[in-house]
């Protein structure tokens, strides 16, 4: 970082990212995959800015990155599926074509049976030409069993093959879908590590003076932010979780000091959307992947109702989420270069917030874990050269 500037000031200058001042509309970025560019966008230089355009312009770039790194989330989800699917296809193809062996034995024996005369049609030629045809006829149920026998047997033999060649064909698809998104995934890394460098460019850019003015800005409009929210009276009721969510509350406050690494979902480090996911899934109960699946598919709650184990989403494009610990404050990894802490709940632009298990009861009691040495130290949000995305 240029200008002698530390690593921690440069972590707090990223914190104006998520002020909750109006800031300019954020142009659209380009789909990866639709196939647009992965470019950075240009930074620009804060030589000549005042420190609400700076503030305004690193939101911008940055809100840009953490929408990409959850799409590329996304798709990295959907990828594991696919792995999976192809696997028990896998499974099923093998079990089907050792059927489908196994039926053609079988049909292979009837056959040699008619060439030497021990098939059905001749059992038959024998009933007629028979000096005694009262004995055979005693035996023709044997024979109607037999009969049966084989045409089971051929229809295994054609219910083999049409289920191993249904099962051939799907296997082939899921592998051409697995090689499509494998593609989407790598311009959607691209797309996140360019974003991120134009963030450190930018920052590379500011002085220390601007980098001071930011963070006090930053500061300055998260207390005013959960200043209101407990004027509103939305942080004044105290609710005890479920059983499930007392559990991942737990989780996510033991993974205070990991860093954050983005597409990372534990056990060592996690960026947003893997923390809280990871958190449920340790308490027994799966939820989607990333911050925008989680807003889409989870129950929506007032934020006055908020109870510990519910999840707060941020920003207009649901690009950001915490776990809700109570007493006003949420468990987050925020963004690189920070490591997971405990924030104030309106330290980012509130979007709304969900509840992973909206029918389970409350506890009747409930004693919130205690915090960590530290564990709200350090800028909700940071970013520095040494943290940069990951080969």
């Not at 196994?102 to 000096?131: I, K, M, P, T, V």
């Not at 006090?216 to 409009?221: A, G, I, V, Y």
Request: glycine letters at 8%.
């Amino acid at each position: 970082m240029s200008g002698g500037v530390s690593r921690a000031v440069c972590a707090a200058a990223l914190a104006t990212l998520v002020v909750t001042s109006s800031a300019a509309a954020e142009p659209a970025a380009p789909d990866p995959a639709a196939g647009g560019a992965a470019k950075a966008p240009s930074a620009p230089s804060g030589a000549n800015r005042s420190v609400a355009q700076l503030l305004s312009e690193l939101r911008q770039l940055y809100q840009r990155a953490e929408e990409a790194t959850e799409t590329y989330n996304g798709t990295n989800a959907e990828l594991k599926k696919r792995a999976a699917q192809a696997k028990k296809l896998d499974a099923a193809l093998v079990g089907a074509r050792t059927a489908l062996a196994d039926s053609r034995d079988e049909a292979g024996r009837l056959a040699r049976e008619q060439y030497q005369g021990r098939s059905d049609f001749s059992a038959y030629l024998r009933l007629l030409l028979a000096r005694d045809p009262e004995h055979l006829l005693d035996q023709e149920h044997v024979i109607r069993r037999a009969a049966a026998g084989r045409a089971a047997t051929v229809k295994r033999l054609t219910g083999a093959e049409k289920r191993a060649d249904e099962l051939a064909t799907e296997s082939r698809k899921v592998l051409d879908r697995q090689q499509v998104l494998a593609a989407k995934q790598k311009k959607q890394r691209d797309t996140v590590r360019a974003r991120l460098k134009a963030v450190e460019s930018m920052l590379a850019t500011l002085s220390g003076s601007q980098l001071t003015e930011l963070s006090r800005l930053e500061q300055r409009d998260v207390e005013k932010a959960q200043g209101a929210l407990a004027a509103s009276g939305a942080l004044s009721s105290t609710r005890p979780p479920s059983a499930a969510g007392g559990k991942a509350v737990r989780y996510a406050i033991e993974q205070v000091g990991k860093p954050y690494v983005w597409g990372a979902e534990g056990p060592d480090s996690f960026d947003c959307s893997g923390l809280t996911s990871r958190a449920w899934a340790r308490a027994g109960q799966v939820i989607p992947r990333t911050s925008q699946e989680q807003w889409r598919q989870l129950r929506k709650v007032p934020v006055n109702a908020l109870r510990p184990g519910d999840l707060v989403v941020y920003f207009p494009k649901a690009t950001h989420v915490a776990m809700y610990i109570g007493n006003g404050l949420v468990v987050q990894a925020p963004r690189p270069g920070s490591r997971v802490k405990v924030s104030p709940l309106a330290s980012n632009p509130l979007l709304g917030a969900v509840r992973p298990d909206p029918r389970s009861a409350p506890l009747s009691a409930y004693r919130a874990p205690r915090l960590p040495q530290g564990a709200s130290s350090g800028s909700d949000t940071g970013y520095s050269s040494s943290s940069a995305p990951g080969q």
